[in-house]
């Protein structure tokens, strides 16, 4: 049977996905691998640890350590990086 313009099945018909389609699974799936990492990660990560500071010691998860390290990093980053470019006038 051939099919018009109207037709609701567009013209790949029943063969298979759309290009929309394809890119919605991948990122569904790319989704869900990523959330199953990061609850892998926490799991594996969970454990206490003894973390001293310059004036005092804590006991604290270690996933809490490494958030707040990278958190720590990216601030420190993107300040060095405003006050590399205001020091030198944005010359590249």
Known sequence: MAQGPGDPEGPRG???????????????GALVLAVTLALVFIVE???????????????????WV???????????????ARLVRRRFGGRD
């Open 14 to 28: 029943r063969e298979g996905i759309d290009e929309r389609q394809a890119r919605q699974i991948a990122l569904v």
């Open 45 to 63: 990560n969970s454990r206490s640890v003894r973390v001293s500071f310059v004036f005092f010691s804590a006991e604290i998860s270690l996933i």
């Open 66 to 80: 490494i958030v707040l390290s990278a958190a720590a990093g990216a601030v420190l980053g993107v300040a060095g």
